[in-house]
């Protein structure tokens, strides 16, 4: 479960998130949308505890970030956009690393490592270097260490970029299965088409407040037709204006 009650993030007097408040329930895929610049990441890093916030609550699965961060974070994974990964680390010893930083070690590490990386369909690099490895292999990589440690919550920023359609029906299928075993699933993305398929309820900001939320669709009824997909009610909710003038421009 992850819950969060007013957030907030100036930067000076720039307010990137301001007043946000969202609620993700186990075994919910909540889809976070936004125009670039909307406060999308920034608010996904606050609640990975790798911002601040200016004001307002975070809580992990019961456990309030400000009071036992450490508590609250060991039970999140974070998928960041542009993951950092030592490169001259294979891939396996990526993952055991990462097993440390959670204090998992002993017996079953090994295997679980394994079992992580052949469900992300990167097994057979384990020995490889990470950077011999393509955009998608590492983006693989990222996820396979997100969940090592079996998180009950997770949070991802952008999962489909730059994925092959394999690799995208992958990710679908693994958190779909997340979901389904209680893992609660907060996902920015600017794929609607996969936020559509995939997500209990989508949550759209801009310029760092929400300006709707609900299920898909109650979010369709929402823009006055039900008919349409989702990437004409964002664009109608967000102002999405730049198609006409393309026409004068052209
Ligand atoms: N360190 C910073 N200092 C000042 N402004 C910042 C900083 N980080 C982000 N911002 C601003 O905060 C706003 C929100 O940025 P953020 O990265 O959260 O947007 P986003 O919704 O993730 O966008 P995108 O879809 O492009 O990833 C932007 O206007 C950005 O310029
Ligand atoms: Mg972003």
């Known amino acids: 479960m992850i819950a969060i009650h007013d957030l907030v993030k100036h930067y000076g ?21 936004g125009p670039n610049g909307a406060g999308k990441t920034t608010t996904l890093r606050m609640i990975a505890g790798l ?37 001259k680390l294979t891939a396996g010893e ?24 052949d469900l992300f369909e990167i097994g057979k690099w384990e020995d490889q270097l990470v950077e011999s490895f393509s955009h998608g292999m590492k983006q693989r990589l990222v996820m396979s260490a997100a969940f090592l440690h079996r998180p009950r919550s997770v949070v991802v920023d952008e999962p489909m970029v730059g994925l092959d359609p394999r690799g995208a029906r992958l990710i679908k299928d693994v958190f779909r299965r997340m979901s389904e075993r209680g893992v609660a699933i907060l996902m920015s993305t600017h794929t609607l088409e996969v936020a ?40 109608k909710l967000t102002g999405g204006g730049a198609l006409q003038e393309l026409d004068e421009i052209i």
Request: net charge negative; aromatic share 8%; proline share 3%.
């Open 94 to 117: 990526f993952l055991r690393f990462h097993a440390g930083l959670f204090g998992m070690n002993g017996n079953g590490l090994g295997d679980r490592v394994r079992e992580m990386l």
């Open 196 to 235: 559509q398929e995939m997500c209990d309820r989508i949550t759209i900001i801009l310029k760092g407040r929400i300006i709707a939320s609900g299920t898909v669709n109650e979010l369709l009824g929402m823009a006055g037709n039900a008919d349409d997909q989702l990437t004409e009610v964002f664009l």
């Open 13 to 33: 007097r720039f307010a990137a998130v301001d007043g946000v408040s969202l609620e993700v329930k186990s075994g919910e895929i909540h889809g976070f949308l």
């Open 51 to 87: 911002l601040k916030p200016t004001s307002g609550r975070i809580v992990i699965n019961g456990h309030d970030l400000a009071i036992a961060p450490e508590t609250a974070k060991a039970s999140l994974g974070f998928i960041p956009d542009r993951p950092f990964i030592y490169e």
